[in-house]
């Protein structure tokens, strides 16, 4: 049984127009860069790019432990490696792949990259399974 692909579920999701796709085997992450999202220079801000990996990995962690994507994890640690900038109009995609772990821990990879290819973001993190409610 598959995900939901969640829009406007959260705070962030309302705040930042990202969508939440778990309707496969692994989650991504997918938003279009606007003027909410950059900084200074113009270009993405790097802690929506993390927000965008996070996401994904914690999703595909999430379908990991159970195969609607609804069980919940938390991130215990996420490393962000920022390899090009992302600018407005660009469509991003956050995917992510299940690299070990056991019953309640997690060990994920993650590639933010634009609809043409280009990899904007790439990261590791271990995400931990909660108890429900």
Same mark, same amino acid.
């Given at each position: 049984?598959? #995900?939901?692909?969640?829009?406007?579920?959260?705070?962030?999701?309302?705040?930042? #127009?990202?969508?939440?796709?778990?309707?496969?085997?692994?989650?991504?992450?997918?938003?279009?860069?606007?003027?909410?999202?950059?900084?200074?220079?113009?270009?993405?801000?790097?802690?929506?790019?993390?927000?965008?990996?996070?996401?994904?990995? #914690?999703?595909?962690?999430?379908?990991?432990?159970?195969?609607?994507?609804?069980?919940? @994890? @938390?991130?215990?640690?996420?490393?962000?490696?920022?390899?090009?900038?992302?600018?407005?109009?660009?469509?991003?995609?956050?995917?992510?792949?299940?690299?070990?772990? #056991?019953?309640? @821990?997690?060990?994920?990879?993650?590639?933010?990259?634009?609809?043409?290819?280009?990899?904007?973001?790439?990261?590791?993190? @271990?995400?931990?399974?909660?108890?429900?409610?």
């Amino acid at each position: 049984m598959a #995900g939901p692909v969640l829009r406007d579920e959260t705070g962030a999701q309302r705040a930042l #127009g990202y969508v939440l796709d778990l309707s496969g085997e692994t989650a991504r992450a997918t938003m279009t860069v606007d003027d909410r999202h950059t900084n200074r220079t113009g270009r993405l801000h790097g802690g929506l790019a993390t927000l965008l990996l996070d996401s994904a990995m #914690g999703g595909t962690a999430s379908l990991a432990l159970d195969p609607d994507g609804s069980h919940p @994890v @938390v991130t215990l640690s996420l490393t962000t490696n920022y390899l090009a900038a992302g600018a407005p109009g660009d469509e991003l995609i956050a995917t992510a792949r299940i690299q070990g772990g #056991g019953r309640k @821990v997690k060990y994920v990879d993650g590639t933010l990259a634009t609809a043409d290819g280009r990899i904007i973001a790439t990261a590791t993190g @271990v995400f931990k399974s909660i108890a429900r409610g």
